[in-house]
């Protein structure tokens, strides 16, 4: 068993202790920061046993820190560490971290370690010391030393799967938060962690499930109902959004993203003055926050702003694109500057159809085998599009690189103004450091350094897409079993990584990404005329009355029972409340 002391350094390392401990001890390790610190202080006042009463020093401290009163939480670390001796070194360490002092602290831990080599909480810390240096390999670890030393020290488990989310190994994460909840059931960070990876995932309905896992243990957590408030937005649900996302400001008045996804949410309720400010008020706790630009200069365009549309989209361009999704954000953006300088100008542009369409179907690949199905995917899908209304469908079969970018560029012109833009594509795709390609006919791929040179990435498709007034929607039927991957030769980077199927996508505005098969798995490409996904798309397409959620659930479900569950399509993205048909519903005829 771990000792009382080996227990508080726990809570410092993550904030909640992992013993299932009873009244003022559970609320002192487990609660808010305001509770934490008065079900501590009472402890404080009614402990006399050395151990304990610095035990709930710390986890006072703890608390102080949470509330961002770093001299109080100094405070009670030193009276922790005047009441535990044996710790003093260990406990100096957490002050001098706590005063944003990470080297010095270091230099505490490992003179502590010399003494202790086989305590886990010591690595723990170290631990926490690479991950704020950005070392993310060495304090995985120290977390994985951890929990070989203690497999029942819930710290390490947590702390490394946070690590893991940031490196996309978003199954590890998962599965250390799973250790995680199952050595301390009440740990709400946990849980809200947990769903941030399954939201990640595209597991709407496990995310929901430990958002609300999250508030229970705490209610007065902040980011689980913000989280929470953005999956229900996300489901369509925008009513339960903006109550949840009242909670979430109502808690934390600070929290930029809270502000952002209420704006968000309001902007799919096209309540734009609404929306602004709280986009505003987003941008002016966080003057770098990406997403909030992004999203303010949507606002901004549907206004009529125009110039300070593209002064956001500019802010976007002069911030730092450190993740594959901030890069997104960045193409979305010269896009969208791109588009509304257009309107600016008041260019001459042949007034689109209300439905356009690009179609792509690409089987006679040089450098693999030759696929059977894409070409009569893309052309009966082709067909039923052109039956569905669609003023324009553009209809391509094998192009190469050089061809497949001039095309996907002209439909993004064509694209512009329409209700509804749609991109259909069949053919070989592949994932790399997070990011989807398409893989035009002609590529080699002989290295991994040549698929941003001889693809097409899923973003640039998007952006095309973007400028849909209603809905633009991308289809992709190539998660076929990439054969480029086999021979492919590696650089060596470990930050390369080259995975089967294809990537998570996080589409914004009102794009929609169809998967012909979830993230990180392989599609079939069919015995017969045409591949089970595009077979079950075409059989639904065209009834009446199917909105498009229930339109891709209905393919979903068909697709796994034709494939005896191998195979699961997936639809990314949200959209407003706005129902949408690819065919209205049939009109009722009036009673005789």
Not at 372 to 394: C, K, Y
Not at 555 to 571: A, G, I, N, S
Request: glycine share 6%; proline share 4%.
């Amino acid at each position: 068993m771990r000792s009382a002391v080996r227990i508080a350094a726990a809570a410092i390392a993550i904030g909640v202790c992992a013993s299932a401990l009873a009244g003022d001890w559970e609320e002192c390790s487990l609660s808010t920061p305001d509770f934490r610190v008065s079900a501590c202080s009472r402890l404080i006042k009614e402990t006399t046993e050395p151990k304990k009463l610095a035990l709930a020093h710390i986890y006072r401290a703890n608390g102080f820190v949470s509330r961002g009163d770093k001299d109080r939480a100094t405070k009670d670390f030193a009276e922790a560490a005047a009441k535990d001796p044996d710790r003093k070194t260990y406990i100096e360490g957490l002050i001098l971290a706590t005063e944003g002092h990470p080297d010095e602290a270091f230099v505490k831990y490992e003179q502590a370690l010399t003494a202790s080599p086989n305590d886990p909480l010591l690595h723990n810390s170290l631990g926490n010391v690479f991950s704020s240096k950005g070392d993310r390999a060495k304090a995985i670890s120290s977390y994985s030393k951890a929990v070989e030393l203690d497999p029942t020290y819930v710290a390490p488990y947590s702390n490394r799967a946070h690590l893991h989310y940031l490196n996309g190994n978003l199954d590890g994460a998962i599965a250390d938060f799973d250790k995680a909840v199952a050595l301390s059931p009440r740990f709400a960070l946990a849980y809200n962690r947990r769903g941030i990876a399954h939201s990640a995932k595209g597991e709407r309905d496990k995310a929901l499930a430990d958002y609300s896992k999250a508030i229970e243990f705490d209610p007065k957590l902040a980011a689980g109902y913000s989280n929470r408030g953005n999956i229900y937005g996300s489901r369509g649900e925008l009513e339960r959004a903006i109550t949840d996302l009242d909670v979430s400001i109502l808690l934390d008045p600070k929290f930029s993203l809270a502000y952002n996804n209420r704006g968000n949410v309001y902007i799919k309720k096209d309540e734009l003055d609404r929306a602004l400010a709280d986009l505003n008020q987003a941008i002016e706790l966080e003057p770098k926050f990406q997403l909030a630009y992004l999203n303010r200069g949507l606002v901004y365009e549907k206004k009529g702003q125009q110039d300070r549309a593209i002064a956001d989209y500019r802010a976007i361009l002069e911030l730092p694109a450190i993740s594959h999704t901030d890069q997104q954000r960045q193409e979305i953006a010269r896009q969208r500057i791109a588009r509304v300088s257009q309107a600016q100008r008041g260019a001459s542009i042949v007034a689109p159809p209300k439905r356009v369409a690009l179609v792509i179907g690409n089987s006679a690949y040089v450098h693999s085998g030759k696929l059977t199905n894409p070409a009569n995917d893309a052309r009966s899908m082709a067909e039923a599009l052109r039956r569905l209304d669609f003023g324009e469908v553009i209809e391509r079969y094998d192009l190469s690189r050089e061809a497949m970018g001039q095309l996907i560029k002209e439909f993004g012109d064509r694209a512009e103004g329409a209700e509804w833009a749609v991109v259909f594509f069949a053919g070989h795709g592949m994932e790399m450091n997070g990011v989807t390609y398409l893989i035009p006919t002609d590529a080699k791929l002989a290295r991994d350094t040549h698929v941003a040179d001889e693809t097409i990435s899923l973003t640039s498709v998007q952006t095309k897409v973007d400028s849909a007034t209603k809905l633009g929607l991308v289809i992709l039927d190539s998660c076929r079993n990439n054969p480029f991957l086999s021979r492919m030769a590696r650089s060596g980077n470990v930050s390369r990584s080259v995975e089967r199927g294809l990537a998570i996508v996080e589409p914004e505005g009102n794009v929609l990404v169809a998967y012909s098969a979830k993230h990180g798995t392989t599609a079939e490409d069919g015995a017969g005329v045409h591949s089970p996904f595009t077979e079950a798309l075409l059989s639904y397409i065209e009834e009446p009355g199917l909105e498009i959620n229930f339109l891709f659930r209905k393919v979903r479900d068909e697709v796994r029972k034709k494939t005896d569950r191998r195979q699961e399509p997936f639809l990314y993205g949200s959209l407003s409340s706005e129902p949408l048909y690819f065919k209205e519903p049939k009109a009722e005829v009036a009673a005789k």
